[in-house]
């Protein structure tokens, strides 16, 4: 499964210079460029459990709107910008101690997943609003690679070795679709407050929630582009960037199979029951962004209620670099 979707991923710089980019007068394409990387580690908060690490990588590229999966991505309303891209996501989960070698009942399994997401933008800076659509696809599993990457880290860092990684999430497909809307609550020039909307419908998480985002310091308007950052070579001023980012979801669950295991399989080692996976999870987040001419720079904390019964709460920090070219 592994070998499938490096396969599909080195075939698809041929198939986007194969595709011609589609014309489309209502909703004009975006010339923006960027490649964002973002890491995270519950290690920032001296902790190893339960959401133990991820990593994304997305590029956002005109040539994007070239593949074909752009039908199924809505473009939202007419006149909108559009911003097409792809996104990939490993992130890894582990119970609340690692260091035994035996299934334990009642915690979180060990899981690990990696998926592509093909995602759509509309842009509208005058309403100040967005959407977004996404189709991802991928798998969950030991073919992504968990146990071999956490057990690397540790050797490296000289942590405990993950003894566990045996009782994983067996392999099995992912495909989901998920809506995002953000809307601009209320602006001055060095604050921000914004709301937004999400659902999901997929085979790794299937959720509905809702939240809000503030921003305060000296920044661009957020929906002036996708990017904090502007390319060293555009003709638009650029100034510093320094402010910082609030952020405060609720999320209502309906399926998680990073505890439940794959909705089309029974071949998991050990999962959580439905009735112990809990249906409102709160998330919360904080940090700080800065940014000059292409490039930015991001770190950011995480707060999670917990996921299931007799779960604890979780911290865990990311940081991230942006690149407009």
């Not at 979707?5 to 007068?25: E, G, K, M, V, W």
């Not at 439940?260 to 112990?276: E, I, K, M, V, W």
């Not at 001419?293 to 904390?301: C, D, E, P, V």
Request: charged share 15%.
């Amino acid at each position: 499964m592994r070998l499938l979707f490096l396969l599909f991923l080195s075939l698809l710089p041929r198939l986007l210079s194969a595709a011609p980019t589609p014309a489309d007068t209502l909703h004009p394409l975006s010339p923006a460029r960027l490649l964002r990387y973002t890491y995270a580690n519950d290690l920032f908060f001296r902790t190893d459990y339960y959401f133990t690490q991820g990593m994304t990588l997305t590029l956002v590229h005109p040539m994007l709107a070239r593949l074909p999966v752009r039908h199924l991505l809505t473009a939202g309303p007419r006149g909108s910008t559009q911003q097409h891209g792809l996104t990939l996501r490993y992130d890894g989960f582990t119970p609340l101690r690692i260091q035994d070698a035996f299934i334990r009942v009642g915690d979180r399994p060990y899981a690990a997943y990696l998926y592509a997401s093909f995602f759509r933008i509309s842009n509208q800076p005058a309403r100040r609003q967005r959407l977004t659509t996404a189709l991802e696809i991928g798998f969950i599993g030991p073919a992504a690679g968990g146990k071999e990457l956490q057990t690397a880290i540790h050797r490296v860092t000289g942590n405990a070795e993950p003894r566990g990684w045996d009782y994983q999430i067996s392999n099995a497909l992912i495909i989901g679709y998920r809506v995002a809307f953000e809307k601009q609550l209320a602006a001055s020039r060095h604050i921000e407050l914004l709301g937004n909307a999400e659902a999901s419908l997929g085979t790794l998480y299937t959720y509905a929630g809702t939240g809000l985002r503030l921003r305060v310091g000296k920044f661009r308007p957020y929906f002036a582009n996708l990017s904090v950052a502007c390319p060293s070579h555009s003709a638009e001023p650029q100034p510093w960037q320094l402010y910082g980012e609030a952020a405060l979801k609720g999320h209502l669950v309906g399926y998680d199979a990073t505890l439940q295991g794959s909705p089309f399989t029974n071949r998991d080692p050990y999962t959580l029951p439905a009735d112990a996976v809990r249906r409102a999870v709160l998330r919360s987040s904080g940090g700080m962004v800065l940014a000059h001419s292409g490039l930015s720079f991001a770190a950011t904390a995480t707060w999670v209620s917990p996921e299931f019964a007799g779960g604890r709460s979780h911290r865990w920090g990311q940081l991230g670099v942006t690149v407009a070219f």
